[in-house]
Structures are given as structure tokens and as C-alpha cells.
């Protein structure tokens, strides 16, 4: 008897143990944080796993974070903290981005970290919230989501084939199109009229004398600027310590 009840609570120890694994495991893959209740139980199924393919093929972490309550922090600062405090990142640099859907102060930031701050650029940044905070002004909030998935996967692995293809395409037609303009002309055109230039023109020449009065040499001095903004990426520090890119788009 004793043998037997030994088993038991031997497997139940054991059950116990692979559900606490499980539940860890579950947790720690999770991304999709809907604080604000923007989407639907089956959007976020389906942006998890759009998430888990784009960290995969990208080699970066993405986390997609809403809320309509930042306790008083601005974009950047919640962004930042969530990234940073719940341990996200791949490799030593914690490389990684972050998107939040803000509907505290209406603003959808963009936070990067570790490798990502070299990938995106503040420009491009700006160009991937702008697109992401058209389609939010919409409550189109899963699109998105989407969108600012894609645009990720373009910058990291860009279709280098697809623009050869397409210069390519627009090189071929441009200069199709010149030849037939071309072609038309000389085949369709009428003859101008030929112009007598014995008898319509006539020459003058005349001396010619240069002056020379005074110069003037005016100098400035160009002070240099050492923003990292511009083309780059800026940077700051969270309250963690740790280094971020980021910016954002009003919606």
C-alpha cells in the first residue's frame, strides 16, 4: 500500500513539475502584450505567430505592446521599461524592437535595442510608425500590426532580387517608350522648313575689354554638428541603463 501511494505522489510531483515547466515556457514565449484590449482572442493567436516567424528569420526580438495607461511615463519611457524589465533581447546587446500601440497619448513608438539601433535608422523609424498610425487612426489595429511586422522583415532582409527585377522592368520601358518616341517622330513628323542662313543672318564683332577693379574674400567659420540624428540613428538611456533607438507617430 505504501508503495503504491509513494507512486502516485511521485507522478503527481512529476505532473506538477511539467505543467510549471510548461506554463514558464508559455510565458517566456509570449510577445503579443494587448493591455488595451485592442484585439481579438484570435488576432493575437495569429500575430503570435507572425511574431515567431518574423524573430526567427530576423534574428531580432519583437514584442508588440498596447495600453491605455502608461502611469504618467511619455511613449518612450513605457516602451523602454517594458522591453528592458521584462528581459526581452537576443544575444548580449538584448537586440531587439518593440512596438506600442499608445492609447494613453495616442502615439504609436517604436523602441530598438542592441543590433536594431544600427537597422533602423530615425528615418526609417519615422516612415514605419507614420504607416503604422494611419491604419490605428482607422482602429485598424491588427493591420497595424502587420504592417509594422512586414516592414520589419524588409529592413532586415531586404528582396534584393525583387528591386534588381524591378530597376530592371522600369529600365527596359523607359527605354522602350524612348524609341518609340523617337521612331514616331521621324516617321510621322512633318518636314520643317528650311531656313536661308546666308540670307538671314549676319555677324558683328566687336573688341572686347576686361576690368579688373577689386575682390572681396568674406570667411565664416562652420561649426560641426555631432547629433547622431539625420541619416543615423539618436540614442538614449533608459532608466535601466540600457541604450535605445526609437520614435514615434501621433494618431
Known amino acids: 500500500m505504501k508503495k503504491k501511494v509513494t507512486i502516485s505522489l511521485c507522478v503527481v510531483v512529476l505532473l506538477c513539475v511539467m505543467l510549471s515547466f510548461g ?4 510565458a517566456s514565449s509570449q510577445r503579443v502584450y494587448d493591455q488595451a484590449g485592442l484585439f481579438t482572442a484570435e488576432e493575437v493567436t495569429e500575430l503570435e505567430k507572425r511574431v515567431a516567424g518574423h524573430r526567427e528569420s530576423t534574428n531580432l526580438d519583437i514584442v508588440i505592446v498596447t495600453t491605455d495607461n502608461t502611469m504618467g511615463k511619455t511613449s518612450r519611457d513605457y516602451a523602454d521599461d517594458f522591453y528592458d524589465y521584462n528581459g526581452f533581447g537576443v544575444g548580449d546587446d538584448h537586440s531587439g524592437v518593440l512596438l506600442l500601440i499608445d492609447m494613453d497619448n495616442r502615439m504609436a ?6 543590433k536594431a539601433i544600427q537597422i533602423f535608422t530615425d528615418d526609417t523609424i519615422q516612415a514605419i510608425t507614420d504607416r503604422v498610425a494611419s491604419n490605428l487612426g482607422n482602429r485598424a489595429y491588427a493591420k497595424g500590426v502587420r504592417v509594422f511586422l512586414d516592414e520589419v522583415e524588409d529592413c532586415v532582409n531586404p528582396n534584393i532580387w525583387g528591386m534588381v527585377l524591378g530597376c530592371l522592368i522600369i529600365g527596359i520601358v523607359g527605354g522602350a517608350i524612348a524609341v518609340a518616341s523617337v521612331w514616331y517622330k521621324y516617321t510621322h513628323g512633318h518636314k520643317a522648313d528650311q531656313y536661308e542662313l546666308s540670307e538671314n543672318s549676319s555677324i558683328y564683332l566687336a573688341g572686347r575689354e576686361d ?3 577689386r575682390r572681396y574674400v568674406t570667411s565664416r567659420n562652420i561649426s560641426s554638428n555631432n547629433n547622431s540624428g539625420g541619416g543615423g540613428s539618436s540614442t538614449h538611456t533608459s532608466s535601466s541603463g540600457t541604450s535605445h533607438g526609437g520614435g514615434g507617430s501621433s494618431f
Open 109 to 114: 513608438y517604436m523602441s530598438t535595442t542592441g
Open 23 to 26: 506554463s514558464v515556457f508559455a
Open 211 to 213: 576690368v579688373f577693379l
